[in-house]
Each structure stands twice: as C-alpha cells, then as structure tokens.
C-alpha cells in the first residue's frame, strides 16, 4: 500500500481534568490514501472538529499520533509544521480566516505568495480557483462586501489554491444554499482526480457527505461506522468536473 | 397518481393515439414508470366509458381528446391534497421500531447497518448517471427524478441519526413515559424475519 498522506493512530483528545474532563475523541484511527475522499459525519459535538484540528496539526492529540505523509507531526519542527499548513495542506473551517484587508484575489494569492511563487503566475492561479469556486468577477472587493456564502467559497479557493496534497474542510457548506453547496462539494470532489488532493470534510449533510469514498461516522468521540462507496460500472462513471 | 389520471393530464383537444399517450407518460414520469400498450389502451376504454375521454376512429385507428367531465375530474385531481391517513408506514420504519422493542444494542445495530446501506445508494447516485438520464429523458425531468431520489436517501439518513440520538442520549422525561416491553425476544438475525 503507498504511504497515506494522512495517518492518524489511535488519537485521543481530552479537555481538562478530573471530574470536568471533556473527552473529545476517544480513540480513532484513519488512514488518508494520497487523492482520496473521506467524509466525517456525526452529531453535534461528537468529536469532527476536534479530529480535524489534530489532523492539520493545530492541535496535538492527548495520547495516539498524527501523520503527514508517514511523518509523525509530533517530529517536526515548529518550521516544517509552518511549511506544512502553508503548502501541503489547505484548510476550509466553520469560521472564517479570510484577512479583511485584503481584496479576494489577494486572499488566495496569499498561501502562493508566501510559498515564493511569482506575482503573476500566483494572480493566474488565484483567479482560476475563484472561477472554480464561481467568484471569477468581483476579484478586486473585500471580504467584508462579499455574502457569507461568497466569502465561504473565497476561502474554498484559498485552500485549494495553496494545497495540492490535503484539504481538511469542516462544514464549509455550512453557509450555502443546497444548489450552491452542492456546486462546491461538487467542486471539492474533483479535486482528488484533478489535482490528486486527498480530502476529508466534515459535514452534517448527508447529501454533501455522499460524494466521498468513504464516510466515516463518528459517536461520542469514536467511529461507529465506514461506508464505502460501492463501485460504479466503468461505463457508468460520471466524470466529474469543475463548474465553469 | 394513478395511470388514469397521468393520462388525462396528458390528453388535450387534439385527437391523439394510445400510443403517443404511452411514450409522453413515460418521458413526463422521467423513466421511472414504464408503461405497456395493453395498459394504456384499458385505462383509455374505462376513461371512455366513464365520460372523461371521447374516442373516435380514424383510418382504423383510435385517438383520443379529454372531455369536460375529463377536465373536471383532472381539476378535482390537481386540486387535491395528500391526505394524513393513514399514518405512514414504510419498510425502514417499521423496522427499526420493531428493533427498539429488542432492546438498544440490537436498535444501534440495526441502525447503524441500515444507515450504511442508504449512504451507500446515496454514494451510487452521485458517482453514476441517473437512470433516466442514460435513457435519452429530458434532462430537467431526469434532474427532477434524480433530487427526489437524494432527498428522500437524506430523509431516511436524518432520521436514523435522530433515531440514534434518541437511543444515545434519551431525554428523561420521555424515560418514565415508556411502557417496558415484555421479554424482549431477538431472533437469529437473518434466520427468521
Ligand atoms: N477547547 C475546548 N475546550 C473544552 N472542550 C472542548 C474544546 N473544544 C471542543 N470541546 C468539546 O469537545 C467536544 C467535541 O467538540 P467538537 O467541536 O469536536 O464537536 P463537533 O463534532 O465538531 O460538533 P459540531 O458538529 O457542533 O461542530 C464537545 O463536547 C466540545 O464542547
Ligand atoms: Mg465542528
């Protein structure tokens, strides 16, 4: 089997202590194939957010171990964890991180800049993931004049426009009417074959969830259940492409 | 709806053939009802002799228009409303009711396996074309069909998940409410149904 571009080994998270301790997830293990599609799914409060958070490396598990690419998190340097959540993986939270002052353009060129890609091949490529994600015209406006739908798929272009390797996405549809959010879930599923991203989004939606290889549900901090998609004939395959 | 009314949703002033009737019910259902002729020509001989088509023959065959008493009753039809009796009582349902009597592990289980199960129909749809897409129908009836089919998969799914907070995490109040069931008997899945 390749290496997984995301492992996580048992990992636990636990808030607090004593008799206050929140145990926020209780034990999951999950291997990411390199282009695969998981989708966390689970009730409120069960433990999606806080899985995800580890598996970016925004926060280290209580016990278990977080690996990028077969490489333990808890490894590496303060650097490479930088370089890592800059250039190999993209994140799409419940809550925004887009930087007001910046127009939209420059919200996503900015994973690239900070990577050292050129201004112009960083503008192309910024303005092609808003066109992905449907924003091709308003490039030169702020956060702040954009829907919260809008500026969710800002940030969706932000983070595949600066990830090749993973996309952690929670909720991003969370915002979005069902025909909008299924344009961007829809987008989000090319990606694997386009770009070779893995993806693992958290979603309450069933329907959202339904895109992905594999669905994964979550229960008071555990995985109770996977849900592989069957296969599909061949001939049957749908090809699924960018909305343009 | 019933083919007699699909019918007359279909019939116009213009004399048509029973055939023609067919093909437009299936391409207005987006391929999700299939019609044989036999069918189509009973339904068309009952609405005849009811008064809501008018017949005649041309070059030794039939065509049809709608009558008025066949507007009137197509009106009635449109006009209605789906009515709350009886209760629903769908598969799904019923057996998952049916588990909780058996107690919560085996209720868990079975929702857990069938929620896999409709997840996985729903993965199916995403990934292939609809059915009545590869069949040639117009796209926005096939589009129709396929939303129906997804929201109904996400109906079920909601539930389950409802049905499992309920079980996880009761609310007290509806505890002492509940009459205990007596000796809760669990068959040999799949020996016996
Ligand atoms: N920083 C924290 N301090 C204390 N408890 C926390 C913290 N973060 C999360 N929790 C708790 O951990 C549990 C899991 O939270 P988490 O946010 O992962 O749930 P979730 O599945 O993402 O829920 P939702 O669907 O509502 O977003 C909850 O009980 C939450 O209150
Ligand atoms: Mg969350």
Same mark, same amino acid.
């Given at each position: &089997?390749?290496?997984?571009?995301?492992?996580?080994?048992?990992?636990?998270?636990? $808030?607090?202590?004593?008799?206050?301790?929140?145990?926020? +997830?209780?034990?999951?293990?999950?291997?990411? !194939?390199?282009?695969?599609?998981?989708?966390?799914?689970?009730?409120?409060?069960?433990?999606?957010?806080?899985?995800?958070?580890?598996?970016?490396?925004?926060?280290?598990?209580?016990?278990?171990?977080?690996?990028?690419?077969?490489?333990?998190? $808890?490894?590496?340097? *303060?650097?490479?964890?930088?370089?890592?959540?800059?250039?190999?993986?993209?994140? +799409?939270?419940?809550?925004?991180?887009?930087?007001?002052?910046?127009?939209? &353009?420059?919200?996503?060129?900015?994973?690239?800049?900070?990577?050292?890609?050129?201004?112009?091949? *960083?503008?192309?490529?910024?303005?092609?993931?808003?066109?992905?994600?449907?924003?091709?015209?308003?490039?030169?406006? $702020?956060?702040?004049?954009?829907?919260?739908?809008?500026?969710?798929?800002?940030?969706?272009?932000?983070?595949?426009?600066?990830?090749?390797?993973?996309?952690?996405?929670?909720?991003?549809?969370?915002?979005?009417?069902?025909?909008?959010?299924?344009?961007?879930?829809?987008?989000? !599923?090319?990606?694997?074959?386009?770009?070779?991203?893995?993806?693992?989004?958290?979603?309450?939606?069933?329907? $959202?969830?339904?895109?992905?290889?594999?669905?994964?549900?979550?229960?008071?901090?555990?995985?109770?259940?996977?849900?592989? *998609?069957?296969?599909?004939?061949?001939?049957?395959?749908?090809?699924?492409? *960018?909305?343009? | 709806?019933?083919?007699?009314?699909?019918?007359?949703? =279909?019939?116009?002033?213009?004399?048509?053939?029973?055939?023609? =009737?067919?093909?437009?019910?299936?391409?207005?259902?987006?391929?999700?009802?299939? =019609?044989?002729?036999?069918?189509?020509?009973?339904?068309?001989?009952?609405?005849?002799?009811?008064?809501?088509?008018?017949?005649?023959? @041309?070059?030794?065959?039939?065509?049809?228009?709608?009558?008025?008493?066949?507007?009137?009753?197509?009106?009635?039809?449109?006009?209605?409303?789906?009515?709350?009796?009886?209760?629903?009582?769908?598969? =799904?349902?019923?057996?998952?009711?049916?588990?909780?009597?058996?107690?919560?592990?085996?209720?868990?289980?079975?929702?857990?396996?069938?929620?896999?199960?409709?997840?996985?129909?729903?993965?199916?749809?995403?990934?292939?074309?609809?059915?009545? @897409?590869? @069949?040639?129908?117009?796209?926005?009836?096939?589009?129709?069909?396929?939303?129906?089919?997804?929201?109904?998969?996400?109906?079920?799914?909601?539930?389950?998940?409802?049905?499992?907070?309920?079980?996880?995490?009761?609310?007290?109040?509806?505890?002492?409410?509940?009459?205990?069931?007596?000796?809760?008997?669990?068959?040999? @899945?799949?020996?016996?149904?």
């Amino acid at each position: &089997m390749t290496t997984p571009i995301l492992e996580l080994r048992d990992v636990v998270k636990s $808030y607090g202590a004593g008799p206050t301790e929140v145990r926020a +997830v209780t034990g999951v293990s999950l291997a990411v !194939a390199p282009g695969e599609f998981v989708a966390v799914r689970g009730p409120s409060g069960c433990g999606k957010s806080t899985l995800l958070h580890m598996a970016g490396g925004l926060e280290d598990p209580t016990a278990g171990h977080v690996l990028f690419d077969g490489r333990a998190l $808890y490894e590496m340097s *303060a650097a490479e964890r930088a370089g890592l959540r800059r250039g190999g993986v993209g994140y +799409v939270f419940q809550r925004l991180n887009l930087v007001p002052s910046l127009t939209a &353009m420059e919200n996503v060129m900015l994973p690239l800049e900070l990577d050292g890609v050129g201004s112009r091949e *960083a503008k192309e490529r910024a303005a092609e993931a808003l066109d992905a994600v449907g924003l091709d015209r308003h490039l030169e406006r $702020y956060p702040d004049d954009f829907s919260g739908g809008q500026q969710q798929r800002i940030a969706i272009a932000r983070a595949i426009v600066g990830t090749r390797r993973l996309l952690l996405a929670d909720e991003p549809t969370g915002s979005l009417d069902t025909p909008t959010g299924d344009a961007v879930v829809e987008l989000i !599923a090319s990606l694997p074959a386009r770009l070779g991203t893995a993806v693992v989004l958290v979603t309450h939606e069933p329907r $959202y969830a339904a895109w992905a290889d594999r669905v994964v549900s979550m229960r008071d901090g555990c995985v109770v259940d996977t849900t592989v *998609a069957p296969p599909v004939r061949k001939s049957a395959r749908r090809t699924v492409g *960018a909305r343009r | 709806m019933s083919v007699r009314e699909g019918l007359l949703a =279909l019939l116009g002033d213009e004399p048509v053939h029973g055939y023609v =009737l067919k093909t437009g019910f299936e391409a207005a259902t987006g391929g999700v009802w299939p =019609l044989n002729v036999g069918q189509v020509y009973k339904t068309l001989e009952r609405l005849e002799r009811d008064g809501l088509v008018h017949a005649r023959e @041309r070059q030794g065959q039939r065509q049809y228009r709608i009558t008025d008493d066949g507007l009137a009753a197509l009106g009635a039809w449109w006009d209605a409303v789906p009515d709350d009796e009886p209760p629903p009582r769908d598969e =799904l349902m019923l057996k998952v009711l049916m588990a909780v009597g058996q107690g919560r592990d085996h209720a868990l289980d079975v929702i857990t396996k069938q929620r896999s199960a409709v997840m996985a129909q729903l993965q199916l749809r995403r990934r292939g074309p609809s059915t009545a @897409r590869r @069949r040639g129908r117009d796209p926005m009836v096939a589009a129709m069909v396929d939303d129906a089919l997804v929201v109904r998969a996400e109906a079920d799914l909601r539930w389950l998940d409802l049905c499992e907070e309920r079980l996880t995490h009761p609310d007290p109040s509806e505890e002492t409410g509940r009459r205990p069931v007596t000796r809760p008997r669990r068959g040999t @899945r799949g020996a016996r149904s």
